[in-house]
């Protein structure tokens, strides 16, 4: 499989009246064609950033550096219309809340048909004809009668399969989809996984998932990023995620968790709070709340190879030490 | 639903006896009000009946449109049923007025999922805490002071805090000054609604470990509004399942979890996402979505969603059945199984 998203070095700062927050800080990692890719972390990790960064919709206050190449082609730096081309045609988005994407006042069919007609040559008969198709591919049962409804008679599952639907509508190479089942019950969450599945199976389309939840990355994801206070800590198959979490920040997240074999009121807790990154602490941002830092941490540890697929950014590990010990290093080691 | 209390009489505090109980509690809401009002109600909550014993914690799950949160509103008496009674300790509350209900509301304190609810964001966090005890009158000034103190202390914030305002807080710290509000008149029931589920994992666990100290070391009965199956199995000693305003299974938290016998119930536990990638659910656990509350089913109101309906969930609706110690499920199938299986 081939890389369709390679993101190297990417920071995104944003102006504000405290200084200069630093969102998102040296990020680099690349997703497949074909997979489904978790990026996983709490409120404020720089995970939402990151993809509104990849589609060029942040605001004009935000600053980004870096290179994201989607098959190839420079994103950042790429002039608005262009980008605005390639949006809902070969890569869209997938929000939390579908009224986001939805327009109140427009029958849902029509709104899925626009999408066709924005991005292809095709007549408004035939799109309205690929529209209703793709309402019944994600599942709106009497989806000819629905066709024509606007987006508040149907309920918030049914509209965030009328953003999904929409979301396809091109047969985009990559779909990003930011906690798209964070609204819903868990009944309706186990169906909206299960279509997202389906069209990696059917269309091999690459998603990118954001979200803060480890139960939906468990349940859909291949591979996982971790994020935290704006930076990536570890990136690894899910499966040796959930069964051998390298990162302190990562294995502190799942022991929070809650289960039933643990007495109510011994959780595991991360103690402090998560750093002001108008002012971040030098070096690895988990620092401050680590109950392993050390005198290196105050350098930031480079996100190395343990594995052919699992990568950590920690100086507990013996990969990053390789790859940038701060009295070996010569470029960006000690700042 | 004929089951608990036949009598009027209100029983005398009894050993061991519930601190809350609810009986046949219905609450419809008109749909729409004025010259049009078609007479159409939503049956938010159909005839439930439950109870609470000091230092237990009752999960009430469900999804959004069972109902859930107008039972806590209603045990808040914050909104009135439409009928039924709120018993708590041993005295009918549900038409209590006055001086008597401020009584109850001092034993009864709610925590929100949005602490804001609760908090008015200009003051400081010590003028909130200190605002429940005002209330209700509690201590002098300087007593109050020092109560806040304690509070904040017991919830583990320091004493600055007092001084700080709701927005330099985060959504965790802001949680625990709505949990030392409602401590502050040293209630006897805790009724929390969605107290966790705005926060992150990391901060929700405090919270939860927050609650269980409390809980334990104030004796201190809680119920437990939650979406969240997992944290609700971590923390609560019973649960009951609601669906479409009705309660369709309860039990020890262990037996509900381990050995459900409410088909809505089983497919809510299967619907879990299990952080556990060995432990993926494949295809969808249910079909469709809740029907609306306006018009529920006839008979079972699950059987429109239910694998296993038969023809008489359609005309009759089920009773509760008795499947264990305590353990309860109102279903025709399940009833006609452990029938069955009893010879």
């Known amino acids: ?335 | 639903m004929s089951q608990i209390l036949s009598s009027n009489e209100v029983a005398p505090v009894r050993p061991g006896g519930p601190i809350l109980q609810v009986d046949a509690l219905v609450k419809h809401f008109p749909t729409d009000r004025g010259l049009m009002a078609s007479g159409a109600v939503v049956h938010a909550v159909d005839s439930i009946d439950l109870e609470i014993h000091p230092g237990e914690v009752l999960a009430v799950v469900g999804e959004s449109g069972s109902g859930k949160s107008t039972l806590a509103r209603c045990v808040l008496r914050l909104i009135d049923p439409t009928s039924g009674r709120i018993v708590f300790d041993g005295r009918d509350v549900t038409g209590m007025k006055g001086r008597q209900l401020a009584g109850f509301r001092q034993q009864v304190q709610p925590v929100f999922q949005d602490p804001f609810s609760s908090i008015d964001p200009r003051w400081r966090v010590g003028r909130s805490v200190a605002e429940t005890l005002d209330a209700f009158s509690i201590g002098t000034k300087a007593e109050r002071q020092e109560r806040v103190v304690d509070l904040l202390d017991r919830v583990g914030l320091d004493p600055s805090f007092a001084r700080r305002r709701p927005h330099e807080l985060s959504g965790g710290q802001r949680q625990r000054v709505g949990i030392a509000a409602a401590l502050a008149p040293e209630p006897r029931l805790i009724v929390a609604d969605e107290p966790v589920s705005a926060l992150d994992v990391s901060v929700q666990a405090q919270v939860l470990n927050l609650l269980a100290d409390l809980q334990r070391d104030l004796g201190l009965a809680i119920l437990f509004v939650a979406h969240d199956l997992a944290v609700v199995e971590h923390i609560s000693h019973r649960t009951a399942v609601m669906y479409l305003g009705k309660i369709v299974e309860t039990g020890p938290t262990e037996r509900v979890f381990r050995d459900p016998r409410h088909p809505y119930t089983k497919a809510l536990l299967e619907a879990i996402p299990h952080p556990d990638p060995e432990r993926r659910l494949v295809g969808s656990v249910l079909e469709g979505e809740i029907p609306s509350p306006i018009a529920p089913p006839s008979g079972c109101r699950f059987r429109t969603r239910c694998p296993v309906a038969i023809d008489r969930c359609a005309v009759e609706e089920p009773e509760m059945t008795l499947f264990g110690t305590g353990h309860t499920a109102a279903c025709h199938v399940a009833r006609a199984e452990l029938e069955a299986s009893a010879g």
Not at chain 1, 99 to 114: H, I, K, N, W
Not at chain 1, 254 to 277: E, F, H, K, M, Y
């Open chain 1, 1 to 335: 499989m081939s890389d369709l998203l390679a993101l190297e070095h990417v920071d995104v700062g944003f102006a504000t009246e405290d200084g200069r927050v630093s969102a998102v800080s040296d990020v680099s990692l690349s997703v497949s064609e074909g997979e489904i890719f978790g990026l996983v972390g709490e409120s404020g990790c720089g995970k939402t950033t990151l993809a509104m960064a990849l589609m060029g919709l942040l605001p004009t206050t935000a600053h980004v550096a870096g290179s994201v190449r989607f098959q190839g082609l420079e994103l950042l730096g790429l002039p608005p219309d262009e980008l605005r081309k390639l949006r809902g045609d070969r890569i869209s988005m997938i929000f939390q809340d579908p009224m986001t994407s939805l327009d109140p006042t427009f029958p849902v069919g029509e709104q899925v048909a626009e999408t066709i007609t924005a991005h292809r040559d095709v007549n408004d008969a035939r799109a309205k004809e690929r529209a209703l198709e793709l309402l019944g591919d994600v599942g709106i049962p009497e989806h000819e009668r629905r066709f024509g409804d606007a987006p508040h008679r149907l309920s918030g599952g049914m509209r965030q399969r009328v953003v999904i639907a929409t979301a396809l509508a091109n047969e985009p190479a990559l779909v990003l989809a930011d906690e798209p089942t964070t609204a819903l019950d868990v009944t309706i969450q186990a169906q909206v996984l299960d279509l997202l599945r389906d069209l990696r199976t059917r269309l091999q389309t690459t998603i990118v998932l954001i979200t803060h939840d480890l139960g939906v990355v468990a349940q859909i994801c291949d591979r996982v990023g971790v994020m935290y206070a704006g930076q990536l800590v570890e990136v690894a198959p899910v499966s040796e995620i959930f069964r051998s979490p390298r990162h302190p920040y990562t294995q502190a997240l799942l022991a929070a968790l809650p289960t039933q074999q643990q007495v109510p009121g011994s959780l595991r807790v991360i103690p402090g709070r998560v750093p002001n990154l108008a002012d971040p602490p030098p070096g690895c941002r988990f620092s401050t709340r680590c109950p392993y830092v050390m005198d290196v941490c105050a350098t930031v540890p480079p996100l190395a190879h343990e594995t052919d697929e699992h990568l950590i950014a920690c100086w507990l590990s013996e990969a990053t030490n390789q790859a940038g010990r701060p009295d070996h290093a010569t470029a960006g080691g000690a700042a």
